[in-house]
């Protein structure tokens, strides 16, 4: 947010310095994240006075004019109609930087060379009568600076959390706070004195228009004071005409959005009425929108005049043929105006500050603000005001003094806290707060500690740690997913944290995320669906790094998914991991192995994960996951219950997120039944022996059924048993395998390790398993 720092300050009784102001905005809970002059650039131009003025001697609509600053005189080519002898002018020379970008320097005209230029008031940001150059009537001598001219005005750029731009994105609201802080409390607005005007307005949908207000009056002849010009550009808002640009000065002054219509375009009464199925309406920005049921229309008796909270529209606009406006205050109900600004893509400014809540008791005393300002710059409206519904009754709130001193630990006396809450509008009763109008983000008891606590000094609580009258409880499974990522994490893997909503589209298939889990009304398209799997968003991490040049990294996530059904609905836990197959990635391949990661690396992974946490996994060939390469995936079971899958990503879906060949292991994770803990034995201090052993592997055995042999013929003394190296040739299927044998009580011989391998190798042949030659 864009605010002028006088804006602020005119509400304020004492004024403020701006560093001063910038400060306890910022304790307030306004970041001031930046202030800068409004006039940046503009340092060199000065006021001038034309001495004399020539026709140009080769172009018949150019003038050669001589201008002084009373202490050296420029020449110049100007093709203004105005600029005579005498008339004091603003000169910038070369180098100035203009608000529009433009940075000036001398250019020839017919052979004439003119440095720089005279400036007229829009070239300078304003608006200031007819005529094309500025002829400065105020305050001057020839050679003042016209920083100097004008009242020094600074840019405050401001950051806000939504519940303080509910209340506070106007200068009245930060003024109000701004003055609670210093002890004050700004008075009402008064209201708008102007004769009354009945049956002009009706309300034909009050759920969505609780109160309408409509003032006619002349329109304004003359632009805004030059102050309050310069004050409405140091808010971010362009000066386009006198009354629109009224209309933003009240929007930014009080936050309360107006709008005008030409009263001889329009044929009363108005009616605030929802809109016919398939009426038509073109907006200001001439776009023709076709209208449905649900959408709120300002019309009079010949159709709709506007999209109510939205944009105004073309027909009943003002221009410069306009005499008389009729001003609109209203208030309209935020979930309506979105709706309606979302259908039709409209972003304004007015719709922004329906959305986050108008004062509804505010109609009247903003059109009195409007009033008294015109008066101010000696334009006398006169009209007559037409009302219709009314502000709903002001929300109460409890109250409990002890209750917010102990949540925020202060030692705040009942009559100071009673006192801020009424500089801020409250209204204190016992228990009890009345709730003011302009306050929409206050809803319970607790919202005033916060209120409290930002006029009061956040700075003067104390940093106590709250007390904890039970300490936190961890369940068995909580305490089995921290080691599931402990685990995962230790392997080598990036733990990383997703959004829990995903974009349908770029599921495996629309039909994976069932109709209960599309959200009705989302912020955006990508975001439309809660995740049923964890996957998708971890290729979306991995395809994101890729785009921006970071390097591809295994990575995991262990977080809720949303399945079920829509009348059952089912949360479950998951893990997912991803192991991209390229070459010096750091990770841990379990059991140990050499070279680029590939599938074994994720079933090592799953073996890892049951090995650790006495997890009964089993792994079996199957294809039952559409997302994994068909041949290349195994399915996970627990008891005979599928839990997930592991294997290589189906090339289809590498391709959709242009990623490089991969790896996914997908797991739910359901905590395995207690078991008591295993025997702790004591290391022996003996060294291993270790046997490699290559041997011709039938077709169909399973490593399982073979590890059990093994284990049989090594006597006890079998410590590990891991395939490492696989190769096919004209024999068949070769597989190497470790062996470690090692002893409690001695060093084994090589004689004993003979004896061992040939028990095993005897054990393996009644698998039909053969020494490879």
């Known amino acids: 947010m864009e605010i002028a720092a006088s804006l602020i300050g005119d509400w304020l009784h004492d004024p403020i310095p701006v560093e001063e102001m910038c ?53 110049l080519v100007t093709g203004a109609d105005n600029g005579m002898p005498g008339d004091r002018l603003f000169y910038a020379p070369p180098g100035t930087k203009l608000p529009d970008g433009r940075t000036l320097g001398t250019v020839e005209f017919g052979g004439v060379p003119s440095p720089g230029m005279l400036c007229s008031a829009s070239e300078l940001g304003l608006r200031a009568g007819p005529g094309d150059l500025w002829v400065w009537t105020g305050p ?29 994105q106007s200068a009245r609201g930060l003024a109000r706070d701004l003055a609670a802080v210093a002890g004050a409390r700004l008075p009402d607005l008064a209201d708008l004195e102007a004769p009354a005007a009945a049956g002009r307005v009706e309300i034909a949908a009050p759920d969505r228009c609780p109160a309408y207000a409509l003032y006619e009056m002349p329109h304004p002849a003359t632009d805004l004071p030059i102050r309050l010009q310069r004050q409405l550009r140091a808010s971010g808002f362009r000066l386009v005409s006198p009354m629109v640009d009224w209309t933003n000065y009240i929007l930014i002054d009080t936050g309360q959005p107006l709008h005008a219509f030409d009263a001889d375009r329009v044929r009363l009464p108005i009616v605030v009425r929802l809109a016919a199925a398939g009426e038509p309406l073109t907006t200001l920005d001439g776009q023709t929108l076709t209208l449905t049921a649900d959408d709120l229309v300002i019309a009079d008796q010949d159709g709709p005049l506007a999209l109510a909270g939205v944009m105004g529209g073309r027909d009943s606009a003002i221009d410069e043929t306009t005499r008389r406006v009729l001003v609109e205050s209203a208030h309209f109900t935020a979930p309506g105006i979105y709706r309606t600004a979302r259908r039709y893509n409209l972003r304004t400014d007015a719709a922004e500050r329906f959305l986050r809540g108008t004062d509804p008791e505010a109609l009247g005393p903003v059109l009195g603000r409007l009033q008294n300002l015109l008066e101010a710059g000696d334009q006398m409206p ?44 409250f209204g204190v009763a016992d228990d ?37 009258t039970e300490p936190a409880i961890r ?39 069932p109709p209960v889990h599309r959200l009705i009304n989302p912020l955006r398209e990508e975001e439309g669906a809660l995740r049923t799997e964890l996957w998708p968003s971890l290729l979306e991490t991995l395809a994101f790094n890729r785009d921006r040049g970071v390097d591809l990294a295994p990575l995991f996530e262990v977080a809720v998914t949303y ?25 841990h391949l379990h059991p140990h192995r050499r070279g680029t990661p590939d599938v074994y690396a994720l079933t090592g992974l799953v073996d890892l994960l049951a090995e650790r946490l006495q997890w009964d996994l089993t792994r079996e060939v199957s294809d039952p996951a559409l997302f994994l390469h068909p041949g290349r995936q195994q399915q996970v079971l627990s008891g005979g219950e599928e839990l997930g899958s592991v294997g290589e990503l ?30 702790v034995t004591r290391p022996s201090r003996f060294p291993p022996l270790t046997r490699d052993l290559s041997v011709v592997w039938p077709e169909g055995l399973r490593f399982e059924d073979a590890l059990s042999a093994v284990k049989a013929a090594g006597d006890g003394l079998l410590e590990s048993c891991v395939p490492f190296d696989r190769f096919t040739g004209s024999f068949g299927q070769s597989l190497t395998i470790r062996l470690r044998f ?12 003979d004896r061992l391998m040939k028990a095993t190798l005897q054990a393996l042949a009644k698998l039909g398993v053969t020494l490879r030659g």
Not at 484 to 502: C, K, N, P, Q
Not at 564 to 576: C, F, K, N, R, S
Request: charged share 30%; aromatic share 4%.
């Open 140 to 168: 001057g001598a020839p050679g003042d600076r016209y920083t100097d001219l004008m009242d020094r005005e600074t840019v405050l750029v401001l950051e806000m959390t939504p519940n303080l731009a509910q209340f506070a």
């Open 563 to 587: 399945g079920g059904t829509p009348d059952a609905p089912v949360e479950e836990w998951e893990l997912a991991a991803v192991l991209p197959f390229v070459e010096d990635l750091r990770v």
């Open 475 to 513: 369940d068995r499974a909580h305490r089995f997913r921290e080691n599931v990522r402990d685990l995962v994490a230790a392997a080598g893997y990036t733990e990383v944290l997703s959004r829990i909503f995903v974009d349908p589209r770029r599921e495996w298939g629309p039909e994976r995320i």
């Open 432 to 468: 009890t707060v009345v709730v003011p109008s302009f306050r929409p983000d206050v809803l319970e008891g607790v919202d005033l500690a916060e209120e409290l606590g930002r006029i009061l000094g956040l700075d003067a609580i104390p940093d106590l740690v709250p007390p904890v």
């Open 742 to 753: 090692r002893s409690s009580e001695r060093t084994l011989t090589e004689d004993e390790g």
């Open 382 to 425: 006169s009209g007559s005001l037409a009302m219709a519904g009314a502000a709903p009754e002001r929300r109460r709130a409890s109250y409990r003094r002890d209750v917010i001193r102990r949540l925020m630990s202060a030692g705040w006396a009942d009559d100071e806290m009673d006192a801020v809450l009424e500089r801020l509008g």
């Open 650 to 679: 189906h090339p289809d879906v590498l391709e959709n997120y242009r990623l490089p060949p991969a790896g996914l292991v997908t797991l739910r994770l359901r905590a395995p039944a207690a078991r008591p803990a295993p025997p």
């Open 23 to 75: 400060v306890r905005l910022t304790r307030l809970g306004y970041e001031v994240v930046e202030t800068r002059p409004l006039d940046a650039g503009l340092e060199p131009v000065r006021l001038v006075q034309v001495v004399d003025r020539r026709p140009h001697p080769s172009r018949s609509r150019l003038s050669i004019v001589t201008v002084s600053d009373g202490a050296e005189s420029v020449v």
